[in-house]
């Protein structure tokens, strides 16, 4: 199978953005020592990750002292929520039913009890947060795209904003907030833990003696760099990469949704710029994935026979739309209007082919 | 458990069989009556329910088959 003349799965990983390449290529030469030491190449060491949060922080509208590098954005979840639990003594947390399934893992292993919050057919939260001594909500819905009503409500709020960091403004009221560097078009392995200058927040895990107290292990210095160097370019791009995106998404869900039996889900407007998600009735997931990517379209699914788990999406469960058939598609940063013409021609083909072998 | 006029075994099959077998059977029920689907893949308790509020029937419910496997419960409305 060759790969997929139009990557269009960037919520999976955006592809390096070429800010990244350069700064990771700059700063793989000079960010090898360990920053905590006195010589010269641990004082440059020190110089580059304190730029890199120095950068991210200036990209996303914070103090430099709240942003922390951890090894991915799963590990800023776990630390800046269960961090939240721990410093705050919580019992009781709640949390929308869409979460990323990091934040679910979280809660999974924590003792307290958790409440999940339904949501309506667009995926967006219903009413306000119940009591709890923690709130959890996602900034936008990374399989979806909806955005979510973040907002500060006085208990101390976690925000998931994994999915649009870089791509929309990080929104105010979180207590401690985590991203991803490669959803964004920076390596894998960097996430970034936010927490609130003067919110209570201790260590979940076992400490360590590195110069940010909040992780452990030692620093991807150049990593974390790129990261940044990617982080400040998205977002110095991005009225007019999401403005392109947006109208490209548009249609998509216009293709998508004239198929017959075809659910197009997630808010129309208030969404992620690059993402789309549809459900296919009677087709399966697996099958229409590679049928397209037989065609040179790479994208996913949250159907269950797409999943490790053989479960299916708990966000699409949540929503009360169908599981079976789905196919998320989310555009990278250089996905042309010819790529999105070709995957709209392509795929009402793709959908009558499978439904032809159930003879329906 | 409830009365159904028709049962679908759908037993071992995984999506999207089971809600394809049910869009192929529902017209073997007269309006009014409800055919039940027995599933054990974990995507028919979400599909079903969606598929009756894509198609407009009513879902009834879930309950139990004899041998414990889960059963979802559709009544035709038209």
């Known amino acids: 199978m060759t790969n997929p003349a139009a990557y269009l799965d960037s919520a999976s990983s955006e592809p390096l953005h070429p800010a990244a390449r350069e700064a990771l290529l700059a700063a793989l030469d000079q960010g090898y020592a360990d920053p905590r030491r006195l010589h010269r190449p641990g004082r440059n060491a020190r110089l580059i990750l304190d730029n890199a949060r120095a950068a991210t922080a200036e990209a996303l509208g914070v103090r430099a002292d709240e942003v922390s590098f951890t090894s991915s954005g799963t590990d800023a979840v776990h630390r800046g929520l269960l961090g939240l639990l721990r410093a705050y003594d919580a019992r009781r947390v709640a949390h929308s039913a869409v979460e990323h399934s990091a934040v679910l893992h979280a809660l999974e292993w924590w003792p307290g009890q958790a409440e999940s919050v339904p949501v309506d057919q667009s995926g967006r939260i219903v009413g306000p947060m119940p009591d709890a001594d923690v709130l959890v909500l996602q900034s936008a819905n990374h399989e979806v795209g909806t955005v979510q009503p973040v907002a500060s409500v006085g208990t101390p709020l976690f925000v998931d904003a994994c999915a649009s960091m870089g791509r929309l403004p990080l929104p105010d009221g979180w207590a401690a907030a985590a991203g991803s560097a490669h959803k964004w078009g920076g390596p894998a392995g960097v996430g970034v833990l936010l927490v609130r200058k003067g919110t209570r927040w201790l260590n979940p895990f076992p400490g360590d003696d590195r110069t940010d107290e909040r992780t452990t292990g030692f620093e991807n210095i150049p990593a974390a760099l790129a990261a940044a160097a990617a982080l400040q370019a998205v977002v110095a791009e991005r009225d007019e990469v999401n403005a392109r995106q947006f109208a490209m998404v548009d249609r998509i869900r216009a293709a998508a949704g004239a198929i017959p039996d075809t659910q197009v889900v997630g808010d129309p407007v208030d969404r992620l710029p690059h993402l789309v998600t549809f459900s296919c009735l009677y087709v399966n997931g697996e099958q229409i994935v590679e049928a397209l990517d037989r065609r040179g379209f790479g994208v996913a699914s949250g159907s269950a026979c797409t999943a490790s788990t053989l479960e299916p999406s708990h966000v699409l469960a949540a929503m009360r739309v169908l599981t079976h058939g789905n196919v998320r598609v989310s555009l990278a940063r250089d996905t042309t209007d010819a790529e999105v013409d070709a995957f709209c021609a392509v795929l009402p083909e793709v959908v009558t082919e499978i439904r032809a072998e159930h003879d329906l | ?78």
């Open chain 2, 1 to 78: 458990m409830n009365t159904a006029t028709l049962e679908l075994d759908c037993r071992g099959q995984v999506c999207p069989m089971p809600v394809i077998e049910l869009g192929r059977r529902i017209i073997d029920v007269e309006v009014g009556e409800v055919l039940a689907v027995v599933a054990d893949d974990p995507a028919a308790r979400h599909d079903v329910p969606a598929w009756c509020r894509m198609r407009e029937h009513e879902y009834v419910g879930e309950d139990t088959a004899d041998d414990g496997a889960p059963r979802f419960l559709v009544r035709r409305l038209a």
